[in-house]
């Protein structure tokens, strides 16, 4: 059915910069919010970033002048630039989205890993 695939993880050093990408795939009619999330070892869950359909957007404090996210209706695909990468940054990213089947249900991604070290 529904799925959602994470890509763009990886190692990097301090300072750099990434760009993730989730891709939905299925009987899609639509898709509303978009959102990605992670989680560090030993740590809970955290949103990192949202947009709605409309381009509306919404971040973390620990995010905001560094990360930007975007999305592409046409290819059913979220992005989430990622720049001036800090140590603390580092956990597996996870894409999140509310799909139309036309019923609407929530969907998580199978995650992407990002460690940022020296």
């Known amino acids: 059915q529904v799925q959602l695939v994470e890509s763009g993880g990886g190692l990097v050093q301090p300072g750099e910069s990434l760009r993730l990408s989730c891709a939905a795939s299925?009987?899609?009619?639509?898709?509303?919010?978009m959102a990605w999330y992670r989680q560090a070892p030993g740590k809970q869950r955290e949103l990192v970033a949202r947009?709605?359909?409309?381009?509306?957007?919404n971040y973390t404090d620990s995010v905001k002048g560094r990360f930007t996210i975007s999305r592409d209706n046409a290819k059913n695909t979220v992005y989430l630039q990622m720049n001036t990468l800090k140590p603390e940054d580092t956990a597996v990213y996870y894409c999140n989205a509310d799909i139309w089947t036309p019923h609407i249900l929530n969907y998580w991604g199978q995650g992407t890993q990002v460690t940022v070290s020296s």
């Open positions: 947009i709605t359909r409309s381009g509306s957007t």
């Open positions: 299925g009987n899609i009619f639509g898709i509303n919010n």
